[in-house]
């Protein structure tokens, strides 16, 4: 009875999940306000049929290079496609290549650094000289280079800009290995008999994933940069595809007539998603570092 009045009154009078949330929000202005900038954007992306009031396919040449106004609210393009309607689709592809190129990257550049940090020796030597190699040259023009190689299309552009960060996660995963392969719970698991794959993965990766957390926050936003950057100078998204920087390339040549809005609104959706993710990022550091509390 005593228990069951115990746990009733700590349900009425505890603070629920929500009550948690809105006083973190509360303390963290500026990263809840990166979480719905990066939450509305991935609405918009994801019902983009329903908002979109334009086929962001259609060109209608009569109604091409038309300012911002109610009809169509970011204006037309050079092709008399609807800017709104392809902004929107365009978050789809964008938010989906940022998505894409992290999960890569971490995937390929987490176990190198897990081997590395854990194994030592010449393991160690090997995987974290291959990773200087590739650190060794600019990010964007190693991702300029594999995109030529590989062709123009979302796959290629995933690829490329994956391989780059591959050395960051790599890195990361490393040090933090080496903090902890010699923590106590690492000592115990091995005093009880676990083997070194067991101890590897149930007990020193689990423990390693917040700074790889915070790092991929940040990553997304550099990698809707890069794609859009590659699809700017043509080796990433080609055309008819809605992608922002392709977007923003078509209007370049418009700005000097007068015709702004064509590159603008596209850019602007960049800013703003870059930026959603940069404040969710330090937001992260500070709830999952301890140190920085």
């Known amino acids: 009875m005593n228990a069951t009045s115990e746990n009733l009154s700590t349900s009425k009078n505890g603070p629920g999940a929500l009550a948690k949330a809105l006083r973190w929000c509360r303390r963290n202005p500026i990263t809840a306000l990166g ?15 329903v908002i979109a009031p334009y086929d962001p ?3 209608n040449p009569a109604d091409r290079m038309l300012p911002p106004s109610l009809t169509h609210l970011f204006g037309t393009g050079t092709f ?11 978050a789809r592809i964008d938010l989906g290549i940022g998505i894409g190129a ?29 990773m200087d ?13 594999i995109a030529g190689v590989l062709g123009p ?56 994933l917040a700074p790889i957390f915070v790092q991929a926050t940040l990553q997304f936003g550099w990698a809707i940069l890069d794609a859009a950057g590659l699809s700017f100078i ?8 809605p992608e922002w920087g392709l977007m923003i390339s078509l209007g370049v040549p418009q700005i000097i007539s007068g ?25 992260l550091q500070d709830l999952l570092d301890p140190k920085s509390r």
């Open 35 to 49: 979480m719905a900038i990066v939450l509305v954007i991935l609405i918009a992306g994801l019902l983009a049929p």
């Open 57 to 59: 396919y259609a060109l």
């Open 80 to 90: 008399g496609e609807d800017i709104f309607s392809r902004v929107l689709y365009g």
């Open 102 to 130: 992290v999960i890569v990257g971490i995937l390929v550049g987490c176990p190198v650094g897990a081997f590395a940090g854990y194994f030592g020796g010449k393991l160690d030597e090997v995987l974290m000289r291959l």
């Open 133 to 145: 190699i590739i650190a060794a040259f600019p990010g964007f023009i190693l991702a300029m280079a």
């Open 153 to 208: 299309s979302i796959p290629n552009l995933i690829i490329a800009i994956a391989f780059v960060n591959v050395p960051v996660y790599a890195r990361l995963m490393r040090a933090r290995f080496l903090v902890i392969r010699s923590s106590v719970y690492a000592l115990a698991a091995r005093g009880v008999g676990a083997s070194r794959w067991r101890i590897l993965y149930w007990h020193l990766l689990p423990n390693s």
């Open 234 to 241: 043509g080796l990433g998204v080609r055309l008819p595809m």
């Open 259 to 283: 015709q702004w809005w064509i590159s603008f609104f596209p850019g602007l959706a960049i800013f703003i998603t870059v930026m959603g993710f940069n404040l969710i990022g330090d937001g």
